[in-house]
């Protein structure tokens, strides 16, 4: 008995002194990886110390469609990533590009982003990236897929609606605030798709050529500032190639340009499917690669993700010694760094998801970047309160918009159609009709349609056609290129039968693009309208009701023609099924149609308002400057209207001679300024040697030629308002 007893004691002591062995065993200390309070770089080391080969590498992958390894056996967390540059999309499944079909995923659709683009307010930028970031916080993403900066080189590429226009300055300006909007809630933007990806026809091997001063000057400017002042966590490279390479995994783009040159300590994710070679993807800048197909007969097929390109044959190679250990060392660190950035940042906010302030955000953006583009006798605005029989005409008034598109598509929680904002707005006093005009429907007969809508127009004392583009195949959809400049669906034809019954026609388009109006002499009252997202309809409805005084500017020119557009002109898209040459170099836009003189439907920095606006003379505080010095030019604005409105101040820089060829005027600077009814105001700029420089590719740097320049002020690119020269000395 005694024994028995003796050997329970012993029994529990040593349970006990296990216990308290076990609690022993905790580390006395926090680990400095899951320690916050540490330096991420401390943090980073520490975490890399502790991992083995196959978590690194596992680490360089995806794991899913939408996600890559995180290390289980040391609490760090997968990362997890989400389109789009518009808004939080549906949950996919593990390994389909089918929905998941979960519940709680609809979102907040916000403007796409030429909408925000011409809003020409970095400040709008800021608030659109601060709420589409409390949507990916809120669901747990690390990454946003977003957003896109790729210059609109011709009007046909289906992703143009993605991006934000032709110029890169004002690429740029835009760009950097939502970054920091989108970070600031401890998710990582994933600025895409670096470099060159400006069609989708053979975007996915497509070798872009295209001379040094175009990609400094116009391609690669947007991705710098995302870099340098946005402070970017991510970059995503693209599916084309350059120099013969393929971006996602690109010595030239990645290591000596993004990591070199512009220091970028952030992750490279490939675009899904952008990757091509284990050598290359371990040696040419590519941190993570996502949605590869594996065997190339299947888009992906259980675990596939073992046969990545930066999976098994990566770690056979590291094994074998053919590939260094500090390869995969470095592209973790990378990764690590997001980590800390994101999901083991403890300080980050919690986000919110579709809520009302969300919805009202989207309307904002939408009612800042309608542009108003024609107004002859003031047909708009409409007096909602004016008792009036309002026909509605045009299949895009009561289409969504929010889905279809590609990877940009959203499922939202609501969207307000065109029809249904006019209701909205107007259906008080008015009588409100609708024909459907046209439709995409090809069995349709469309003469019917619109035969009966021109008797309907007959009958009403304002018509407002709603048409455009909707985001199908080949109409502003990504992986597919518009086939034509023009309106589809016989909307050409429809336009001229409604003017022809009504004269009192607003045509409104739903477009990311620019489009062909043979109509355009013969309608009084043209809107630009965009997809505008969740609040779409209210946003156009509050425009033509006068509540919103539109104060959009184009982010991209209107040709007339499609053969005005330079890549057009010189046969230079889509190329040959391998190159495509970017034959205009830097005049891309406007640029082209100054230098050949070409005068556009209507031109890059274009949008009207209900007020109308004065300029003064302007003004600069010295006629000379060194290239360490800087000019400060002023201009009074001021309401010469009767309502309150806003008005984009544009500045833009000529260089008046230089050894290389130059554009004749370059956007250089841009202020929006809200002014009530007789209010002026002074807006200033700074004019720094760099704003006067181009990339020189004979000495491979920026350099700003010592001559005169000139400083045009102006209400767009074409309406010069003012204008005041000085002269760059040498040192
Ligand atoms: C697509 C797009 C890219 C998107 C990714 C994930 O192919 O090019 O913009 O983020 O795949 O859907």
Redesign the pocket.
Known sequence: MKHRLLSATLLSLSLLGGLSATYAAQPAHTPIYLDANRPIEERVEDALSRMTLEEKVAMCHAQSKFSSAGVPRLGIPEIWMT??PHGIRMEKLWDEWADAQWSNDSCTAFPALTCLAATWNPTMANTYGQAIGEEARYRNKAVL??P?VNIYRLPLNGRNFEYMGEDPFLASKMVVPYIHGVQRNGVATCV??FALNNQEIDREFVNVIVDDRALHEIYLPAFKAAVQEGGTWAI?GA?NRYKDQFCCHNQYLLNDILKGDWAFDGVVIS???GTHNTQQAAYNGLDIE??TWTDGLAWSWSNAYDKYFLAQPFLIQLKKGEIDEKVVDEKVRRILRLTFRTTMNPHRPYGSFATEEHALTARRIAQEGIVLLKNEGNLLPLDPKQPRKILVVGENAKQMMTSGG??SELKVKHEVLPWEGIQNYFGDQAQISYEEGYSLNPAVNRHALRQQAAEAAAQADVVLFVGGLNKKDNQDC?ASDRRSYELPYEQNELIAALRQANPNLVVILISGNAVAMPWVDQVPTIVQAWYGGSEAGNALASILAGEVNPSGKLPFTFPVRLEDNAAIALEAYPGNGKDVEYKEGIFVGYRWHDRQKIEPLFCFGHGLSYTTFEYGPARLNRRQMNPRDSITLSVSVRNSGSRSGAEVVQLYLCDKKSSLPRPLKELKGFRKVVLEPGEEQTVTFTIDAQALSYYDDRQQTWVAEPGQFEAWVGASSEDIRSRASFELTDE
Do not use: A, I, R
Request: hydrophobic fraction near 25%; glycine fraction near 36%; charge should be negative.
């Open positions: 389109d789009g897929l977003g896109g895409k798709h995503m599916y675009d899904w499917g996502m949605g590609g990877s990504e």
